[in-house]
């Protein structure tokens, strides 16, 4: 991070002739605070509270009083460290002109929507471009703010609790996740970290930690259904398969829906195959590969290959190739899209932005600079795990997450703001703190990532 911030400053101020766009606050995009006002001690109160609280709930709590309860935690800690703002800090994320709620009123006819929204992306000819973000997504992400507007919830309030709703809900997915994967013991120090994450200082506000939400209920159903009956529903005597087609159709269909939010999201391919894959046998969470008793590769590849895990993989697919086709019988190709999205990124709106962002930014920097910002959203407790690493089927969720970020970063398209762009990826990654030695240096973790996101928060007044 120290050096992404000097070479950062580096390149803005010497090599490149103006900036990186980034604001000052290298690698993450933001400025230095400049003002002092009361609501500055409204995160670190809310700290405070949550070093004294929470910790004692997490151990005392059942398991699903424990998830519900996290959502209301992460929600609570991501406006806490908004408001150092005011309350204006929870919906200016979300007011520039070139967020998705600027673009709502353009949208006058739900009818032909899909049909001309490649139309504005990138040739001013056929009117108005979309704003930058909407330009660089695919239609769905403008479509949710249409939505809420149409039903009668519009205005930047209600798009940034849907906001930190939608990223706020992506943690009790994450949680049972690392349950089903890791265990019990698991998933209760998991707990303890995961609400509480720097990651919270981009819920509250931006519309991918919405995204991030979607994802996570995704790879959450389609785990559940590729898992084995005796591991997820014991007490009710197992699920039926009507059961687990239902949950992989959900998850398919959730997936398959992250594919009209962000085209980044495409890279969930491999979070996808990898929870189904690598689901826990009916022996419950462990190691990952064959048992003790019989490690043969080949016994190890028909458990891994098995109809439960390959029908719900199946299922899967199956929703999120009508989902694609739903959208190119409706007039949207999802492909074209994409080229349309990524030839803006690299050359902005023909005739109206030149020269673009991605232009001065370089690329080197960027492969330094993007995991330094990952860090970040992350903190110090989940960086820390990585020194306790341990066997375990659990790993399957950071593993494939960063695997989906080499991807980005090989893409060569998401060149800084990654503390929100990352964040569905940087959220399956919290599992990681359930290998801390929670009882020996739990409260001192906590602490440490409490006063990381506190820190921030004072000195930073980041973009979202």
Same mark, same amino acid.
């Given at each position: 991070?120290?050096?992404?911030?000097?070479?950062?400053?580096?390149?803005?101020?010497?090599?490149?002739?103006?900036?990186?766009?980034?604001?000052?606050?290298?690698?993450?995009?933001?400025?230095?605070?400049?003002?002092?006002?009361?609501?500055?001690?409204?995160?670190?109160?809310?700290?405070?509270?949550?070093?004294?609280?929470?910790?004692?709930?997490?151990?005392?709590?059942?398991?699903?009083?424990?998830?519900?309860?996290?959502?209301?935690?992460?929600?609570?800690?991501?406006?806490?460290?908004?408001?150092?703002?005011?309350?204006?800090?929870?919906?200016?994320?979300?007011?520039?002109?070139?967020?998705?709620?600027?673009?709502?009123?353009?949208?006058?006819?739900?009818?032909?929507?899909?049909?001309?929204?490649?139309?504005?992306?990138?040739?001013?000819?056929?009117?108005?471009?979309?704003?930058?973000?909407?330009?660089?997504?695919?239609?769905?992400?403008?479509?949710?703010?249409?939505?809420?507007?149409?039903?009668?919830?519009?205005?930047?309030?209600?798009?940034?609790?849907?906001?930190?709703?939608?990223?706020?809900?992506?943690?009790?997915?994450?949680?049972?996740?690392?349950?089903?994967?890791?265990?019990?013991?698991?998933?209760?120090?998991?707990?303890?970290?995961?609400?509480?994450?720097?990651?919270?200082?981009?819920?509250?506000?931006?519309?991918?930690?919405?995204?991030?939400?979607?994802?996570?209920?995704?790879?959450?159903?389609?785990?559940?259904?590729?898992?084995?009956?005796?591991?997820?529903?014991?007490?009710?005597?197992?699920?039926?398969?009507?059961?687990?087609?239902?949950?992989?159709?959900?998850?398919?269909?959730?997936?398959?829906?992250?594919?009209?939010?962000?085209?980044?999201?495409?890279?969930?391919?491999?979070?996808?195959?990898?929870?189904?894959?690598?689901?826990?046998?009916?022996?419950?969470?462990?190691?990952?590969?064959?048992?003790?008793?019989?490690?043969?590769?080949?016994?190890?590849?028909?458990?891994?290959?098995?109809?439960?895990?390959?029908?719900?993989?199946?299922?899967?697919?199956?929703?999120?190739?009508?989902?694609?086709?739903?959208?190119?019988?409706?007039?949207?190709?999802?492909?074209?899209?994409?080229?349309?999205?990524?030839?803006?990124?690299?050359?902005?709106?023909?005739?109206?932005?030149?020269?673009?962002?991605?232009?001065?930014?370089?690329?080197?920097?960027?492969?330094?600079?993007?995991?330094?910002?990952?860090?970040?959203?992350?903190?110090?407790?989940?960086?820390? =795990?990585?020194?306790?690493? !341990? *066997?375990?089927?659990? $790993?399957? /969720?950071? &593993?494939?997450?960063?695997? #989906? @970020? %080499?991807? +980005?970063?090989?893409?060569?398209?998401?060149?800084?703001?990654?503390?929100?762009?990352?964040?569905?990826?940087?959220?399956?990654?919290?599992?990681?703190? =359930?290998?801390?030695?929670? !009882? *020996?240096?739990?409260? $001192?973790? /906590?602490? &440490?990532?409490?006063?990381? #996101? @506190? %820190?921030? +928060?004072?000195?930073?007044?980041?973009?979202?």
């Amino acid at each position: 991070m120290a050096g992404a911030l000097v070479l950062g400053c580096h390149l803005a101020g010497v090599r490149i002739a103006g900036a990186l766009h980034l604001g000052q606050t290298y690698p993450i995009a933001g400025s230095w605070r400049s003002t002092v006002t009361g609501w500055l001690a409204v995160p670190v109160v809310a700290g405070g509270l949550a070093y004294w609280g929470w910790p004692r709930l997490v151990r005392r709590l059942r398991w699903r009083p424990l998830l519900a309860l996290s959502t209301v935690v992460a929600a609570g800690w991501s406006v806490a460290l908004s408001l150092v703002d005011g309350p204006a800090g929870l919906t200016a994320p979300l007011a520039p002109y070139q967020q998705y709620p600027h673009d709502v009123p353009r949208v006058t006819d739900l009818g032909d929507y899909l049909a001309t929204f490649a139309r504005h992306v990138v040739d001013p000819a056929n009117g108005p471009v979309w704003a930058v973000h909407v330009g660089g997504h695919p239609p769905g992400a403008l479509g949710v703010f249409v939505l809420l507007d149409r039903i009668g919830l519009g205005g930047l309030g209600w798009a940034a609790a849907l906001c930190i709703a939608g990223g706020a809900l992506a943690v009790p997915s994450v949680l049972a996740l690392t349950r089903l994967y890791g265990g019990a013991g698991a998933g209760r120090r998991a707990a303890l970290f995961v609400p509480l994450a720097p990651a919270a200082l981009w819920i509250a506000t931006s519309a991918d930690a919405l995204f991030a939400g979607v994802a996570a209920a995704g790879l959450c159903a389609l785990a559940f259904a590729a898992a084995p009956a005796v591991t997820t529903a014991p007490a009710r005597g197992g699920r039926s398969w009507v059961g687990r087609g239902l949950l992989a159709a959900v998850g398919g269909f959730a997936l398959g829906s992250c594919l009209f939010l962000s085209y980044g999201l495409s890279l969930l391919v491999l979070p996808a195959i990898a929870v189904v894959l690598f689901a826990p046998d009916a022996a419950g969470p462990g190691g990952i590969g064959p048992s003790r008793q019989d490690r043969s590769a080949s016994r190890w590849l028909r458990e891994t290959l098995s109809p439960q895990r390959i029908w719900p993989l199946l299922i899967g697919a199956v929703l999120v190739l009508a989902l694609l086709l739903a959208a190119r019988l409706a007039g949207f190709d999802w492909w074209h899209g994409l080229s349309l999205a990524a030839e803006r990124t690299r050359t902005g709106a023909r005739s109206v932005h030149p020269p673009t962002v991605w232009q001065d930014r370089p690329t080197w920097y960027f492969l330094l600079a993007n995991p330094a910002a990952l860090a970040v959203v992350l903190g110090p407790a989940t960086i820390a =795990a990585l020194g306790f690493l !341990r *066997r375990s089927r659990l $790993l399957v /969720l950071p &593993v494939a997450a960063a695997l #989906a @970020v %080499l991807g +980005a970063l090989v893409s060569d398209l998401s060149k800084g703001e990654v503390e929100r762009i990352y964040l569905p990826f940087a959220l399956l990654m919290l599992p990681l703190t =359930a290998m801390l030695p929670v !009882r *020996r240096y739990g409260r $001192l973790l /906590l602490a &440490v990532q409490l006063g990381w #996101a @506190v %820190l921030i +928060a004072l000195t930073i007044e980041t973009w979202w």
